[in-house]
């Protein structure tokens, strides 16, 4: 449990800090960096499944065109995800892209009514509307739609939606996913050399290094979100889940000087509110349901002992 709490703890912390590593890579097209981000994720995976010879699921891929499909949906929502981070990031709209990931676990609640015909609980609908509310204040006081935090939710929600009905692990699943993004990394890469913008190595050592890291820096807090997810409850998932967009929030109030207006602070308020709700809510749904389990299993030890000493009897 302490090893699930502390591998899914870090890999959120990693996350938010990424506006930090991306802040440095400013001076390159986000489009050029999304295409790094692929080819080097790729490599450093790779090479971790030749270290595990973890290769009987390129089988699985093959022979079962509707993985290869939700994989190619799931890879396209993780690519417009990525990009419009890298792009909100560098463009200095890291509050805003920090909303986003605020948002997402109402849109993933959202897409389990919708998709999966999951029902809703009041507390949730509350929170929902809540949410709404802060979304379209914000888009009518601040004079625009949030669509950078709007457009990060709905594609983290439905990448989450996508791997959920996908059966390869964690560490497969975004092998493949990056599999397919590859032919279209590789011919922007080439794009880009032939019009003589971008290309690779640049005469900065220190960016050459952070794009050739940006691979391990992608990949290694997704293997520990979902070493920890194995570990740990839902609820504390769910609470843990806060740590990336408020770390990036604070780090573009604080350290890179975002305006953050009055009126803002109500939209965001409004936001927070419903996430307060939805926490507590799901805490107290997963804690009933564990009371539930426990007594149910309660009586089954009862029932056994009774019995067994009713075998003993006779």
Not at 63 to 91: C, E, F, H, K
Not at 194 to 199: C, L, M, R
Request: some cysteine; overall charge positive; glycine content about 10%.
């Amino acid at each position: 449990m302490n090893k699930g709490i502390l591998s899914a703890a870090l890999a959120y912390v990693i996350w938010g800090l990424f506006p930090l590593y991306f802040k440095l890579l400013s001076d390159i097209a986000p489009l050029e960096v999304l295409v790094h981000r692929v080819l080097w994720s790729l490599l450093f995976l790779l090479g971790v499944l030749a270290l595990r010879r973890q290769w009987d699921w390129l089988r699985q891929a093959r022979s079962q065109p509707r993985l290869l499909g939700i994989s190619a949906i799931s890879a396209t929502l993780l690519s417009v995800n990525w990009l419009t981070y890298i792009w909100s990031v560098t463009n200095g709209h890291v509050i805003e892209a920090s909303l986003g990931y605020f948002i997402t676990p109402l849109v993933n609640v959202l897409l389990g009514y919708t998709v999966l015909h999951e029902r809703l609980r009041k507390a949730q609908w509350a929170a929902l509307a809540l949410a709404a509310a802060g979304v379209l204040w914000l888009a009518w006081q601040g004079g625009r739609f949030p669509w950078i935090a709007l457009l990060l939710a709905c594609t983290f929600g439905g990448y989450g939606l996508m791997r959920k009905t996908a059966p390869l692990g964690p560490l497969e699943g975004l092998t493949l996913e990056t599999l397919l993004l590859t032919p279209f990394a590789v011919a922007l890469a080439a794009w880009g050399v032939w019009k003589g913008i971008g290309g690779f190595p640049t005469q900065s050592t220190l960016t050459n290094a952070m794009l050739i890291g940006i691979g391990p820096v992608t990949a290694i807090p997704l293997l520990l979100f979902a070493a920890g997810a194995r570990r740990i409850s839902m609820s504390t998932l769910g609470l843990l889940q806060y740590l990336g967009p408020s770390i990036q929030f604070v780090l573009g109030l604080w350290l890179f000087k975002e305006p953050f207006s009055s009126t803002r602070a109500v939209g965001f308020g409004l936001i927070w509110a419903a996430l307060v709700i939805y926490t507590l809510e799901a805490w107290r749904f997963a804690q009933a349901g564990a009371a539930q389990a426990n007594a149910m299993s309660a009586t089954g030890v009862e029932a056994g002992e009774s019995g067994s000493s009713g075998a003993r009897i006779k």
